[in-house]
């Protein structure tokens, strides 16, 4: 199992830029499939990108591509969100999630939760 914290939300006007760090602690991080998800109010998880568990793959959601990148750091055991080009609309909790089985962009693929960070963009 893996245990997975996030941090680097916060406040950011519009237009900028903020990184989310998840690190994680366990068994064999780097067979992880990781992803992230967020959840903003009113609406059920949704899923912003994932990267393989070798980083060598990534798959983003149409909302984010070109805006947001997702990196892995197997040495720190650490999974990143670089978010660029923020708008109102991405404002949110922002999970790091772990999948232990096959690459999916379904929540419900995914069986490991950090605890979220927020993340509020303002006009």
């Known amino acids: 199992q893996v245990q997975l914290v996030e941090s680097g939300g916060g406040l950011v006007q519009a237009g900028g830029s903020l990184r989310l760090s998840c690190g994680a602690s366990?068994?064999?991080?780097?067979?992880?499939?990781m992803g992230w998800f967020r959840q903003a109010p009113g609406k059920e998880h949704e899923f912003v990108a994932t990267i393989s568990w070798s980083g060598g793959s990534t798959y983003y959601a149409d909302s984010v591509k070109g805006r947001f990148t997702i990196s892995r750091d197997n040495a720190k055991n650490a999974v990143y969100l670089q978010m660029n080009s923020l708008k109102p609309e991405d404002t949110a909790v922002y999970y790091c999630?772990?999948?232990?089985?096959?690459?999916?962009?379904?929540?419900?693929?995914?069986?490991?939760w950090g605890q979220g960070t927020q993340v509020t963009v303002s006009s």
């Open positions: 999630a772990a999948n232990d089985g096959y690459w999916g962009t379904d929540s419900r693929e995914y069986n490991y």
């Open positions: 366990g068994r064999t991080f780097s067979s992880y499939i």
